[in-house]
Every structure is written in structure tokens, then in C-alpha cells.
């Protein structure tokens, strides 16, 4: 296998060429890129990524968090999850983004961890980690082991007969809630995606994960400016306190004025293929005014397509009562 370690602005160039050679950005890719290394470098002592040449993108000079002239801030793609989460102005102005990653992994991983590594890490679905079983996203045609086996831990909603993985990032979901732009630098220049569109439901292409292509660097990612007066919070429940993935959590992030809903955006983890945001939760809430009746509402609404399958049917009335919950949290007044 081929390394190459890039770290100059001008090495911009070299690593979308380098990343261009691959056959195809998804599953498979023989060309990788490589930031903290958390996600890949677990999958290829897997045998789940086997890529010919892993170019090392963790030292090219996006590692900085700024500010946006008209308010908003500019992340990184570098920016390791630890100087995200404890930055001042995302603990002040994006608190769900920070207490997001702060569910998330450990402090050691966190470390390590960056901003489009997390964006990009794969499922913890157990038959896409082990070579032995059929897995359409790892192996396309192959057959889905986990509909008729362990899915306790998968989707119940964006599912299709070929795959029910989970998406297991929090930080995507507080994203979500965020309504965050991703910034890619292509072999055709500079886009923006935002994440609503950024990660694809598995259909019957589940090895198609996200809209990048061969060479696809992501370079950042933008927050719009905060809206005004809203409060945010991020809601995990999962099977120990730390260092476990979400069975189901909430993002969410509301303006009230005099106890009514004015705007709200909710965005769910842990049930969902990708990144959950809930347009149906959101309209149930807003010019509501801030009761237990009307988030309970949202919630049904949430969850109406949910479709559970053997082990997971128990997600339904979690991710229902964490939706509850986060919303009586972060519209209480003290
Ligand atoms: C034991 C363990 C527990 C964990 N628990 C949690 C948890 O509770 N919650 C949670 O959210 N996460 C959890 N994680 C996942 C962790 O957050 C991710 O592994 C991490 O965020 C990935 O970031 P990275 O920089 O290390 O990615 P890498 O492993 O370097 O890369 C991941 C993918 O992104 C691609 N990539 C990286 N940078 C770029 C770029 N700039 N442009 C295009 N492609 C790029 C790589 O090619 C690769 O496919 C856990 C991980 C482990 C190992
Ligand atoms: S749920 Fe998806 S990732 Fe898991 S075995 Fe089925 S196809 Fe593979």
C-alpha cells in the first residue's frame, strides 16, 4: 500500500489528483484519504477497506474555525472534534454541535477525530465489519444479513430491503438541526452541498453513501449565524453512559417567545440511515405553544414512517420519549 502525507496549501492540488485515480469514493475506493484515521484505519485492519494508496489530508491547512462576516462560522475540515467541541463560540452559539460531539466516542478519539472523518465514518452495522457475512453496502448484491439477524442497533426510518444501517455519527445530527453547508473542492472545482442532501438513502445503492465522487476533498463545513434568542441542546440515550453509540437522540433548536414556538428545528440520531432532520416534527411545533401535549405531537409525528424490524421495534417510543424530553429541556425557563 502507498502512503503519501501532504501538508502545504499547494499540496491542495496533489491530494485531488491523487484522490481522482480512485475508481469511485464510496465503498471500495482504491485511493483513500486519511484524516484521523478513527474510522479507516479500524476498517482495514478489517479487511472492509482494503485501498491501494491512502493519502494523508490531516495536515493540509484547513484546521482553523472562523468567523463568517455576515455571522455564521467556517470549520475546518482538519479541525480535530475536541477544538470544535470546546470552542468558545460553538459552546456559546451552537451548544447542540458541542454537546453533540461531546457524547461521542472518547476524549482520546475525539482528538484524533475531524470534522469530515466524522461527516464520512460508516456504520457500526456488525455484518459490514466482518468479511464472512453477506453485506449489500460492503459487498453490492450480496444480501443484507442484518435484516434477518441482529438489528437492535439499526434504522427504522430511510430503511430500504437492502440495507437498514444506522448512520452513527452525533455530530451529523446536531449538523442536521443546524442546517449545515458542506464545502467540497473537486476535480471540477469548488461546490457547496448542504447536509439535508449530502448523505444518500441507501435504496438499492446502500455502497453509495454520500454525493462525493473521485476526488471530492471536503475542505469545510459552515454554520449559518445563530438564530436569534433560540436555545439548542443534544439528547443521547444509549446502552452505557459513554463511549457507545446512540439507540436514539435528538438535536434540536428552538426560539419561544413568551412560552410559544416561533421556530424549530429538530434533527435525530440513532434510528435513521442518515442524518434524521424531522420537517414533520418542526411543523407540529412551531406557533405551538412550548406544552408536553404538543411535543408529544411532534414526536408521533417524527416517527410515523418509522419501520422497525425484528430486534428494534423498541427504538419507536425512545426516540419519541428522547424527542419529548430534549424539547422540556430546552424550552424550560429557570
Ligand atoms: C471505539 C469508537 C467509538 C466511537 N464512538 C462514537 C460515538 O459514540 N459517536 C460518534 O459520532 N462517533 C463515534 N466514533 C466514530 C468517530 O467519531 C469517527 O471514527 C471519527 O469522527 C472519524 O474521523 P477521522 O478523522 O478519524 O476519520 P478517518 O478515519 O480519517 O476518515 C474517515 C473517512 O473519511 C474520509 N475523509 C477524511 N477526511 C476527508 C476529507 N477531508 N475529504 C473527503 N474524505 C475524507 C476518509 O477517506 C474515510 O473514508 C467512534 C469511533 C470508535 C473507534
Ligand atoms: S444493514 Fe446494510 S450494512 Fe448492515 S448487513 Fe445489511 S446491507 Fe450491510
Known amino acids: 500500500m502507498k502512503m503519501f ?15 481522482a485515480k480512485a475508481t469511485t469514493a464510496q465503498q471500495g475506493a482504491n485511493v ?53 467541541a470546546y470552542h468558545p463560540i ?17 476524549p482520546q478519539l475525539r482528538n484524533m477525530a475531524t470534522t469530515a472523518g466524522n461527516l464520512l465514518q460508516r456504520t457500526r452495522c456488525l455484518y459490514f465489519r466482518d468479511t464472512a457475512m453477506p453485506c449489500n453496502k460492503r459487498e453490492p448484491g450480496s444480501g443484507c444479513a442484518a435484516i434477518t439477524g441482529v438489528n437492535r442497533m ?42 439535508a442532501d449530502f448523505h444518500l438513502l441507501p435504496g438499492d445503492t446502500p455502497h453509495r453513501e454520500t454525493v462525493l465522487e473521485p476526488g471530492d476533498l471536503i475542505i ?7 438564530a436569534p434568542a433560540s436555545r439548542s441542546m443534544y439528547l443521547k440515550l444509549r446502552d452505557r453512559a459513554s463511549y457507545e453509540f446512540a439507540l436514539a437522540s435528538a438535536a ?41 401535549t404538543v411535543f408529544r405531537k411532534a414526536a408521533d409525528a417524527a416517527m410515523r414512517d418509522a419501520k422497525p424490524q425484528s430486534q428494534n421495534g423498541f427504538k419507536v417510543e425512545l426516540a419519541k420519549r428522547c424527542l419529548v424530553h430534549a424539547l422540556k429541556l430546552v424550552t424550560q425557563t429557570t
Open 5 to 19: 502525507e501532504l501538508s502545504r496549501a499547494n499540496d491542495l492540488a496533489k491530494a485531488i489528483a491523487a484522490g
Open 32 to 84: 483513500r484519504f486519511i484524516a484521523g484515521g478513527t474510522t479507516l484505519i479500524d476498517l482495514m485492519k478489517l479487511n472492509v477497506e482494503t485501498p491501494e494508496a491512502v493519502v494523508d489530508v490531516a495536515h493540509l491547512p484547513f484546521d482553523k474555525i472562523e468567523t463568517l462576516p455576515g455571522g455564521g462560522l467556517k470549520i475546518g475540515a482538519v479541525v480535530r472534534n475536541s477544538d470544535l
Open 90 to 106: 460553538v459552546r456559546k452559539d451552537y451548544a447542540v454541535l458541542s454537546e453533540a460531539i461531546l457524547s461521542g466516542a472518547s
Open 154 to 195: 439499526l434504522a427504522i426510518l430511510g430503511t430500504s430491503e437492502h440495507c437498514i444501517a444506522t448512520n452513527p455519527s452525533d455530530m451529523n445530527v446536531a449538523l442536521a438541526a443546524l442546517e449545515a453547508t458542506i464545502h467540497i473542492q473537486g476535480r471540477k472545482g469548488e461546490r457547496s452541498v448542504s447536509i
Open 220 to 226: 469545510h463545513v459552515t454554520l449559518p449565524p445563530p
Open 252 to 292: 434540536v433548536v428552538i426560539t419561544a417567545t413568551d412560552g410559544k414556538i416561533t421556530r424549530a428545528r429538530v434533527a435525530l440520531g440513532g434510528i435513521g440511515t442518515k442524518p434524521w432532520r424531522s420537517p414533520e416534527a418542526e411543523a407540529e411545533l412551531t406557533g405551538q405553544m412550548a406544552t408536553e
